[in-house]
């Protein structure tokens, strides 16, 4: 039996990122993706910072605009728009962006195996055999390491000793034809997206993505969005059907065992404010082919991967705790309260802030500032008596 490097379970961003750097550095191995096409069926809004794609020498054939502003809509329909001087993000194709890392790893060598599912995975003292269904066949591999990037599929996770992320946003999603659609848009309120948001990104040719995210529901609250006086004028057709999927917005409490790795939605690497993943998950990949090219370099593998879980967390644990807290006080914030929150933004004060302290990837600073206005202290309030209620 055939004896790879690594294999990577998972064909998003962050597995082929991982494969790919990883033949860069001289090492053999193969991604798993259990759908035929790469980057199909695509469950994203689109938007990554610019950061990312300098960072990451990313796929500039995926970029399909330029994002320079944000325009946030309070529950009473009050429009703010935030603009930057330059390009702080761009919308993408995710398909394209994802094909394009397919590529690049291609053509470093690692071979991808399509319309394959991972059946098990049994790790040893000599390394990890894993079991494949393709094309109506088993087969076993064998592999010195695995890095688990499965996104929201946690199948594997009990069974190699990990528990899965604790909390999860749920969200839905859906392509639309329509006029007027030039800016990203950021919905707020309870009867929009109750402790969460709603958001409507421009692509190209009057096509937008609306999506909602929720505790639960994100459906029917995109629905009844849809046909919201914010956008039931402007949306002249519905193109497919709508795409529903949770996502993480809590870490895992260990991301590691020997000779294996959780890597980005598997790990609950994801913004907590937004539940954008692609950057923190290529951040936390990053680290992870730091650890990895290491103990593969040096055949050590006890032990060895404590330093992944620490690089990671030391790199975007902070924002993730940050993050959470403001999510927990912001879920108890009433309307009325959410519409000061955007009076104080639309002052000279509030803009200074956004200006000074904001940044598209990086939000912790920005809401560390938020916390000291005084009028989001009942919000905290509320959010610690539910805590306290929790724990008895």
Same mark, same amino acid.
Not at 124 to 130: D, S, Y
């Given at each position: 039996?055939?004896?790879?490097?690594?294999?990577?379970?998972?064909?998003?961003?962050?597995?082929?990122?991982?494969?790919?750097?990883?033949?860069?550095?001289?090492?053999?191995?193969? #991604? $798993?993706?259990?759908?035929?096409?790469?980057?199909?069926?695509? &469950?994203?809004?689109?938007?990554?910072?610019?950061?990312?794609?300098?960072?990451?020498?990313?796929?500039?054939?995926?970029?399909?605009?330029?994002?320079?502003?944000?325009?946030?809509?309070?529950?009473?329909?009050?429009?703010?728009?935030?603009?930057?001087?330059?390009?702080?993000?761009?919308?993408?194709?995710?398909?394209?962006?994802?094909?394009?890392?397919?590529?690049?790893?291609?053509?470093?060598?690692?071979?991808?195996?399509?319309?394959?599912? !991972?059946?098990?995975?049994? #790790?040893?003292?000599?390394?990890?055999?894993?079991?494949?269904?393709?094309?109506?066949?088993?087969?076993?591999?064998?592999?010195?390491?695995?890095?688990?990037?499965?996104?929201?599929?946690?199948?594997?996770?009990?069974?190699?000793?990990?528990?899965?992320?604790?909390?999860?946003?749920?969200?839905?999603?859906?392509?639309?034809?329509?006029?007027?659609?030039?800016?990203?848009?950021?919905?707020?309120?309870?009867?929009?997206?109750?402790?969460?948001?709603?958001?409507? $990104?421009?692509?190209?040719?009057?096509?937008?993505?609306?999506?909602?995210?929720?505790?639960?529901?994100?459906?029917? &609250?995109?629905?009844?969005?849809?046909?919201?006086?914010?956008?039931?004028?402007?949306?002249?057709?519905?193109?497919?059907?709508?795409?529903?999927?949770?996502?993480?917005?809590?870490? $895992?409490?260990?991301?590691?065992?020997?000779?294996?790795?959780?890597?980005?939605?598997?790990?609950?690497?994801?913004?907590?404010?937004?539940?954008?993943?692609?950057?923190?998950?290529?951040? !936390?990949?990053?680290?992870?082919?730091? #650890?990895?090219?290491?103990?593969?370099?040096?055949?050590?593998?006890?032990?060895?991967?404590?330093?992944?879980?620490?690089?990671?967390?030391?790199?975007?644990?902070?924002?993730?705790?940050?993050?959470?807290?403001?999510?927990?006080?912001?879920? !108890?914030?009433?309307?009325?309260?959410?519409?000061?929150?955007?009076?104080?933004?639309?002052?000279?004060?509030?803009?200074?802030?956004?200006?000074?302290?904001?940044?598209?990837?990086?939000?912790?600073?920005?809401?560390?500032?938020?916390?000291?206005?005084?009028?989001?202290?009942?919000?905290?309030?509320?959010?610690?008596?539910?805590?306290?209620?929790?724990?008895?």
């Amino acid at each position: 039996m055939k004896l790879y490097d690594f294999i990577v379970i998972g064909g998003g961003p962050t597995g082929l990122y991982t494969a790919w750097q990883l033949a860069r550095r001289g090492f053999e191995g193969l #991604v $798993v993706e259990e759908h035929p096409i790469i980057g199909v069926p695509r &469950y994203c809004s689109g938007v990554v910072g610019r950061e990312a794609f300098e960072r990451f020498s990313l796929p500039r054939e995926s970029i399909q605009r330029e994002m320079e502003s944000v325009v946030i809509c309070s529950p009473s329909g009050r429009r703010l728009r935030i603009a930057r001087e330059d390009t702080g993000a761009y919308i993408i194709d995710r398909s394209l962006f994802d094909q394009g890392l397919y590529t690049r790893a291609s053509e470093e060598g690692v071979k991808v195996r399509i319309s394959s599912r !991972c059946k098990d995975i049994r #790790v040893g003292t000599r390394g990890v055999e894993i079991t494949l269904e393709s094309f109506g066949k088993r087969m076993d591999l064998m592999s010195r390491v695995v890095v688990i990037a499965t996104g929201v599929n946690y199948a594997f996770h009990r069974k190699l000793g990990f528990r899965p992320p604790g909390m999860f946003l749920d969200t839905c999603q859906v392509d639309v034809e329509g006029v007027g659609f030039q800016e990203v848009e950021v919905y707020l309120g309870r009867m929009v997206a109750p402790n969460s948001f709603a958001w409507v $990104v421009p692509v190209t040719g009057g096509v937008a993505r609306v999506g909602v995210s929720t505790y639960r529901d994100s459906n029917l &609250y995109l629905r009844r969005f849809l046909s919201s006086p914010a956008l039931r004028e402007r949306v002249l057709k519905v193109k497919g059907r709508m795409k529903r999927k949770p996502i993480p917005i809590s870490p $895992v409490e260990r991301s590691y065992r020997d000779r294996v790795i959780l890597l980005g939605d598997a790990a609950g690497q994801v913004k907590v404010t937004t539940g954008g993943g692609v950057f923190y998950g290529l951040l !936390c990949a990053e680290a992870a082919v730091d #650890v990895l090219s290491e103990a593969l370099r040096t055949d050590r593998f006890n032990g060895t991967f404590r330093a992944y879980e620490r690089l990671w967390r030391e790199r975007i644990g902070r924002e993730l705790r940050i993050g959470a807290i403001f999510r927990k006080i912001f879920s !108890c914030l009433e309307d009325e309260e959410i519409e000061r929150l955007i009076d104080f933004v639309s002052t000279a004060e509030g803009h200074h802030l956004v200006s000074t302290k904001g940044s598209f990837d990086w939000h912790g600073r920005l809401l560390l500032e938020f916390l000291k206005v005084p009028f989001l202290w009942k919000g905290a309030y509320r959010a610690l008596k539910g805590y306290l209620k929790d724990l008895r």
